[in-house]
Structure formats: C-alpha cells, structure tokens
T-cell receptor, first 112, second 112 residues
Framework: NAGVTQTPKFQVLKTGQSMTLQCAQD?????MYWYRQDPGMGLRLIYY???????DKGEVPNGYNVSRLNKREFSLRLESAAPSQTSVYFC???????????FGEGSRLTVL | EDQVTQSPEALRLQEGESSSLNCSYT??????LFWYRQDPGKGPEFLFT???AGEEKEKERLKATLTKKESFLHITAPKPEDSATYLC?????????????FGTGTRLQVTL
C-alpha cells in the first residue's frame, strides 16, 4: 500500500500560470483534505471532501478549486498562481467516523 | 472558532532529559485531540488520539495526556531520533467529515 500519494513533489510557477496538484489514496478513505503549511502559520485547511461527489471550503479557499474525481483521487487546482500561494501543500485521507488523518509527503510549490 | 496553541515553540533537550510539550485548545465540543510528529521535508505522521479528559496513551518514550483545556506530550529520556516537530490538532464534535484544526507545533531538538 502506498497510502496517500501526491504529485508533483516540487513545482516552480510564474505568477499567473495554472497547475493542478494530484492526490490519490489506496486506503479506502471516504474523506479527503487539502492543507497548506507555511512557517509560523501551521497547517491550514483549503478544501475538503466528505465523500465522493461532495466538496466544501475550508479556512483559506480563495484562489483554489478542487475536484473529487472518484473515491481515490482529490485534486487541487490553482487557476492563476500568485506569490502568496508559495507553500507546501499536503493532501490527507480520513477513515469514516475515525478522526486521524493520514498525510501524503507534500508538494512544494514556489510561485515567482 | 476552534483554536489550538502549542508551547514552547522550540525546545532543546539533552539526551535523557525528560520534558513536556503543551497544547491548549478551545473548541465548542471536542470529538478528539490528535498528536502528530513531522520530520523535515515529510508529511505529519499520526501518533495518538485522545477523546476524553483523563485519558492517557503511550508509545515508546512518548505519553500523551488530556484535560478539559489542554493536552501534554511527555517525552521520557529522549533520544536524538526523537528530534522533530510535534503537532497538536483538535476535531470538533460535528458532522461526518470532521476536519482537524492544527497548532503551529513545537520543534524539538535532542542532542547527545
């Protein structure tokens, strides 16, 4: 089992470019999450998906969109990247009715 | 709004020097409190879940405890391999996809 897999691991973008971060899990999790982690700010929730076909905004959704393609995959899209979106992005899966999240290794994004 | 405050921000210990990390929280109804370990360049790794005041859990040199307002992560006789950032998170008692709110973490360094 790979757990939670994120691609790409590293990406450099120019301001205004778009890109999609991919996340796939093989742990049969119903819920999936996207967080960003910045120095001194901790992990902040961008979007989450309680189940296949549903998505909801988290604490910092502006500038992002998500797609829950199927039970396994949950992607995060930046339509027009800004330097403020330079961060480390983590995808996580969660078992139904259990609290712990299982995280991927992260995607490190730099926007110039 | 859920709030999680961790202290200290950073802690340097000598090998064998026991100490505790603190996590203070404010949540309308606690479903669970979680401790994670994060190594540099990696995703957070789940350690413990605590559900009610008075509960304790142990794993090797780590013991987590919970009161109605805070949680402690006690580290007994730490080793250099315990060096990492330790994250605390709370989950509110609401909904089926219960998102976690994280603190900013305590960076622990254990030296020989």
């Amino acid at each position: 089992n790979a757990g939670v897999t994120q691609t790409p691991k590293f990406q450099v973008l120019k301001t205004g470019q778009s890109m999609t971060l991919q996340c796939a899990q093989d742990m049969n999790h119903n819920s999936m999450y996207w967080y960003r982690q910045d120095p001194g700010m901790g992990l902040r929730l961008i979007y989450y998906s309680a189940s296949e076909g549903t998505t909801d905004k988290g604490e910092v959704p502006n500038g992002y969109n998500v797609s829950r393609l199927n039970k396994r995959e949950f992607s995060l899209r930046l339509e027009s990247a800004a330097p403020s979106q330079t961060s480390v992005y983590f995808c996580a899966g969660q078992r139904e009715y259990a609290g712990e999240l299982f995280f991927g290794e992260g995607s490190r994004l730099t926007v110039l | 709004e859920d709030q999680v405050t961790q202290s200290p921000e950073a802690l340097r210990l000598q090998e064998g020097e026991s100490s505790s990390l603190n996590c203070s929280y404010t949540v309308s109804g606690l479903r669970g409190l979680f401790w994670y370990r994060q190594d540099p360049g990696k995703g957070p790794e789940f350690l413990f879940t605590l559900y009610s005041a008075g509960e304790e859990k142990e794993k090797e040199r780590l013991k987590a405890t919970l009161t109605k307002k805070e949680s402690f992560l006690h580290i007994t006789a730490p080793k250099p391999e315990d060096s990492a950032t330790y994250l605390c998170a709370v989950q509110e008692r609401a909904g089926t996809a219960s998102k976690l709110t994280f603190g900013t973490g305590t960076r622990l360094q254990v030296t020989l």
